[in-house]
Every structure is written in C-alpha cells, then in structure tokens.
C-alpha cells in the first residue's frame, strides 16, 4: 500500500487568508480519512489537495494500470464516488464541525466528467441561441447542473434547475 499526499495549494484570488487556511484544513482532515479507506480496500493512491474555486479540492490517482483499481471507487455513472464525497463530507463536518463543500475525485473521473458536460452545455447554449426558445436537459447530479450552469452563466444567458432530486435538471432560457 503506497499512498501519498501531496498539497498544491494555490491562493485563491481575494480569498481571506484564514479561509485559506480553513480549506487547507478540510484537505487535511478529506486526506487522512481517504487514506485510512485506501488502506482498508488495500488500493495504492496518491492523494492531491488542492483549494478550487473556494472549495476544497481532493484528488486520488495512481499511475498503476491507469488508475484501473480506482475506479472501482468510481463506481456506475459515478454513483460510488457521490458516495464516498459525502462521507468524506461528513468525516470533515464531524472533525471540524463546519459544513464542507469539498470535492472529491478520483482516477480523473470528475475531470473527464467536466469536459463532457461543458461540450453539452455548449451545445445546449448554441440550440437557445439558434432557436430562441428553452432547452431542458436530462437529470443530473448537482455535481453535474454546476458544470452546467457555469457554462450557461459565462454565455450570458439563464438557466435554473427544476424538479425533485434525483430527477433535478437544468432548463436553459435566453437572458
């Protein structure tokens, strides 16, 4: 069992410095609690923390067969990492009794995900404009209607998500 944690921490723009610090710990506490799991299911990993867009940001990946082990811990359609984000979630709200918006990755599934969706939002983005009219997309995962919806924003046009989890998904309207 080889595990690693590496900190690349990079300021946030106009970020108070014990926001910082704070997100910095939340990686820490993610960190430990992912690398006692990892020992657990006997699975090699490197651990990144990082602080993204004011959250922090956690990330295991192994150069072993690609990461093939990992995902395992991806699971379906990322059903099992959605999991495992909110345990981590909550082992760093019991440990620090703050609310973590923390994001998990792991292999590069979330990464990979990103430039999916961003492809489809664009593209979603592009039927609006054509057509004028609004665009419903399929369900998605709040992970998945964030990626969404910031695409949607930095076109300058609207969108909103409707419906009752899990069948919540984003509707996109011009501005």
């Known amino acids: 069992m080889r595990t690693s944690v590496s900190e690349d921490v990079t300021p946030q ?4 410095p014990e926001t910082i610090k704070r997100l910095e710990d939340e990686g820490e506490v993610a960190a430990d ?8 299911a006997d699975l090699d990993g490197d651990i990144d923390i990082d602080v993204d867009h004011g959250r922090a940001a956690v990330d295991i990946v192994s150069e072993e067969d690609g990461g093939r082990w990992l ?28 609310r973590s918006r923390l994001m998990l990755d792991i292999a590069g599934y979330r990464k990979a995900r990103k430039a999916e969706l961003t492809a489809v939002g664009n593209d979603a983005v592009a039927r609006v404009r054509a057509s004028g009219e609004r665009v419903s997309l399929p369900a998605m995962n709040p992970f998945e209607r964030k990626v969404i919806h910031d695409v949607v924003a930095a076109a300058g046009l609207v969108s909103d998500s409707e419906g009752v989890e899990p069948n919540r998904y984003v509707v996109i309207r011009p501005a």
Do not use: F, M, N, P
């Open 13 to 16: 723009r106009g970020a108070a």
């Open 33 to 40: 609690y992912l690398e006692e799991l990892l020992d657990i």
């Open 71 to 98: 995902k395992r811990l991806v699971g379906d359609d990322g059903d099992v990492l959605d999991a495992l984000q909110e345990l981590t979630r909550l082992a760093v709200q019991a440990k620090t009794g703050e």
